[in-house]
């Protein structure tokens, strides 16, 4: 489903994130890519979902080279994904219920089937008895599940999430974690990017362990680290 190979990624600052980064991921997985804060996890992810283009190496997606791709073809591969980032990009001027309808409203389904959709999603993460309040009302871990609504409404094939516990109390960060566990039962790939490895030992997902830009032992499950 996802294939790295030999990926370099280096920024116009001259900044190298990634250094010969190779991995696959399969469809289903369940996948956590971890390590210390600047080892090259946010550019992984913005790679698979052609948010940045790798300075040379390829990310494959579904059979697909995303370097070779036209610009005007990268949003239908991020039909793919649904995408949750740190900064969540949150509509303050909409409700809850409009921040998930945004998606919906841009592959052009009709209302009745976006209002349907939404409603199950934002029901999904708990989020349904507040769909008309506006986000700047909800808590932290509340704005971070509208987040994931929003992120899987499409019924995406792959869920990435950069740091989703980020800035989380214990309580939020292990509902938000309970909700990644649940789209990864029901077959959805799952790929969460974060320095916190105390979920490693409860969700025993795959990890691939970046380091200084370089995945180390990619698909190992380490004994006894958390």
Request: with cysteine; glycine share 8%; net charge positive.
């Amino acid at each position: 489903m996802i294939s790295f190979s030999a990926v370099h990624k280096r920024y116009p600052t001259g900044y190298e994130a990634l250094r010969g980064v190779s991995f696959d991921i399969d469809a289903g997985e369940l996948v956590f890519i971890t390590g210390h804060s600047g080892a090259g996890k946010t550019t992984l992810c913005k790679l698979a979902a052609a948010i940045e283009r790798p300075t040379s190496g390829s990310v494959v997606v579904n059979g697909q080279n995303l370097a070779a791709l036209r610009k005007s073809a990268i949003p239908y591969v991020r039909r793919n994904f649904g995408l949750v980032f740190q900064d969540q990009k949150l509509l303050f001027d909409r409700t809850v219920l409009d921040n998930v309808l945004l998606p919906l409203a841009i592959v052009g389904l009709s209302p009745k089937e976006a209002g349907k959709r939404a409603r199950a999603a934002l029901d999904k993460v708990g989020l349904l008895e507040r769909e008309k309040a506006n986000p700047i009302a909800l808590s932290g871990g509340e704005q971070q599940r509208l987040a994931i609504a929003r992120a899987v409404v499409n019924r995406p094939a792959i869920l990435l999430a950069d740091e989703p516990t980020a800035n989380l109390d214990t309580d939020s960060a292990g509902e938000v974690m309970e909700l990644f566990k649940a789209f990864h039962q029901v077959g959805v790939t799952v790929i969460l990017a974060t320095h916190d490895t105390q979920w490693v030992r409860h969700l025993n997902p795959r990890v691939l362990w970046v380091e200084h830009g370089q995945v180390r032992a990619p698909g190992e499950r380490p004994e006894g680290q958390a």
